[in-house]
């Protein structure tokens, strides 16, 4: 009687184990966006930028690397680094007004995201800072130049300039990582093979949708969705954006900020005051950091100060760049 249960049960179990596993199964082939590989035909039909005649890539040690560079005075260069998961388009609102100003401004893809390939690589700051490094070198700039970077580019920007202070005149710091927040959700995401799962189904989807945690006001950004999708058709970008997170979890870039403050560089920081991603208290991390750094706090701005105020933060940065 007992073995008999004991075989119900077992069978019972089996078959529910295969079912779930099944339904699991079906939801991951569901969610997984990433149909496409990156290639040169594939890049040929890549959406049209807002300066289509400039938007190029170039083959770095690691792949190839998205740009778009637009003026001629190298000895006036600001390049913009972008965050943690949006890529370049994000600098729209700013490209056009440096370029504007007169400024040769470049703005590109880091590995992973955008148009940039995605190599089998751990996506860790020396990654992005040799990155940058080739990629000014593969385009002839010499000069130093101003570096401006937002949310995780700011970490990036800072990382850049402490490897090479000979290299960068002025920073600019847009809600710049400080501390990897250890949020309960990350905690999944470090677990192999539940990391991926999770990814998949939860993380890229919610990303793609991530708008009202972005910005303060949702209608400063109403074509969120449809920009940030297409770069998570292209294979290896689960992959970029999860060992991002492993490779960033827990980790404090503090001492970075002080080496950029040692430094003596002029350093802009800029930060809204209701951003959800990186809390504003961090700004007040930044300047015990750097006490030089001139500081605008933005009331009712959430984590894209530089998408959702466009007017103000050009100005701030335009004041910056002349002045200081």
Do not use: C
């Amino acid at each position: 009687m007992m073995t008999t249960k004991l075989f119900k049960f077992t069978k019972y179990s089996a078959a529910l184990l295969i079912t779930i596993t099944t339904i699991l199964g079906l939801i991951f082939l569901a969610l997984d966006r990433e149909t496409q590989s990156l290639s040169p035909e594939s890049r040929m039909l890549l959406p049209a930028s807002s300066n289509q005649n400039n938007s190029n890539f170039v083959e770095l040690s690691s792949g190839h690397v998205h740009y778009e560079l637009s003026g001629e005075n190298k000895s006036r260069v600001v390049v913009l680094v972008h965050g943690f998961s949006i890529p370049a388009y994000v600098w729209e609102p700013t490209f056009l007004h440096l370029i504007n100003e007169g400024y040769t401004v470049l703005r590109y893809d880091l590995y992973g995201r955008g148009f940039s390939d995605r190599p089998e690589v751990d996506y860790t700051m020396d990654v992005y800072v040799k990155q940058l490094d080739e990629l000014l070198e593969a385009l002839d700039i010499s000069e130093p130049i101003n570096l401006i970077g937002l949310s995780m580019g700011g970490a990036i920007a800072t990382h850049y300039t402490n490897a090479y202070p000979e290299k960068v005149a002025k920073v600019g710091l847009i809600a710049p990582l400080v501390e990897t927040p250890m949020r309960p959700e990350i905690k999944p995401m470090l677990m192999p093979n539940v990391g991926e799962y999770l990814s998949t189904v939860i993380l890229i989807p919610k990303l793609s949708k991530g708008v009202s945690k972005a910005v303060y006001d949702i209608s400063s950004f109403p074509n969120w969705e449809t920009l940030f999708t297409p770069q998570t058709n292209f294979k290896g970008f689960r992959r970029a954006i999860l060992s991002s997170i492993r490779n960033l979890a827990g980790k404090s870039f503090e001492d970075q900020y002080l080496s950029l403050g040692q430094l003596n560089k002029p350093v802009l920081l800029i930060w809204g005051r209701e951003d959800q991603t990186l809390p504003f208290s961090d700004s007040a991390r930044v300047l015990a950091a750097i006490p030089n750094a001139h500081f605008t706090a933005l009331d009712q701005t959430g984590h894209l100060p530089n998408y959702e105020k466009p007017d103000q933060v050009n100005a701030l940065l335009s004041t910056f760049l002349k002045h200081h």
